[in-house]
């Protein structure tokens, strides 16, 4: 069945980079999506990237998408302390409702 | 802005309770979805709504039910709570994307 698989934890500095890596099984995917979610707060959709496309970039985030290796990633460049919050990647494919999510990955970010 | 809202932010249950979660949203969405969202599992499809008085099973839709009278308002039922059913509680609508209301923490003691 589906599946969309991610780690559980990242830990970086202020300022440096991060990058969230996300993989999934379905191959009839179409769009891909991260999502971020605060604490005590609802998912909040931060970028999405079609199936067809290798890159997307907005601001700081910045979207790759090897269809190949069905991995996805996700880079926030010069992380703050504000990115703390889970980070959920999730597929659809075209014509479905249907969602999968990862497992999130909780990032934290050190002063 | 879609707003999604969700009547309760943390609710406390005893085991065997009738549970309703309310959840609304302002922007005529036809779809409407209840997730549970716990740690390490990510969030999983309970059930889900493409129309009034049109619901599907999601992934686990066991212990639930649901109800659309209205367009604008989605409920997910508990007939009798137990404690596996502690969780977070998000519900959403989908227009291009989903759009998630901020999500109600029940605990079943």
């Known amino acids: 069945g589906e599946d969309v698989e991610q780690s559980l934890f990242l830990s970086v500095r202020e300022g440096d980079s991060s990058v969230i890596n996300c993989t999934y099984t379905d191959s009839s995917s179409t769009y891909l999506y991260w999502y971020k979610q605060e604490p005590g707060a609802g998912l909040q959709l931060l970028t999405y990237i079609f199936s067809n496309m290798d890159m997307k970039q907005d601001q700081r985030l910045t979207v790759l998408l090897n269809k190949k290796d069905k991995h996805l990633s996700l880079r926030i460049a010069d992380t703050q302390t504000g990115d703390s919050a889970i980070y959920f990647c999730?597929?659809?494919?075209?014509?479905?409702?249907?969602?999968?999510f990862g497992t999130g990955t909780r990032l934290k970010v050190l002063a | 802005d879609v707003k999604v809202t969700q009547s309760s932010r943390y609710l406390v249950k005893r085991t065997g309770e009738k549970v309703f979660l309310e959840c609304v949203q302002d922007?005529?969405?036809?779809?409407m979805f209840w997730y549970r969202q716990d740690p390490g599992l990510g969030l999983r499809l309970i059930y889900f709504?493409?129309?009034?008085?049109?619901?599907e099973k999601g992934d686990i839709p066991e212990g639930y039910s649901v109800s659309r009278e209205k367009k604008e308002r989605f409920s997910l039922i508990l007939e009798s709570a137990s404690t596996n059913q502690t969780s977070m509680y998000l519900c959403?609508?989908?227009?291009?994307?989903?759009?998630f209301g901020p999500g109600t923490r029940l605990l079943v003691l």
């Open positions: 709504s493409y129309d009034v008085k049109m619901k």
């Open positions: 922007m005529d969405h036809e779809n």
């Open positions: 959403a609508t989908q227009a291009e994307t989903q759009y």
């Open positions: 999730a597929e659809r494919a075209s014509g479905t409702y249907k969602y999968i």
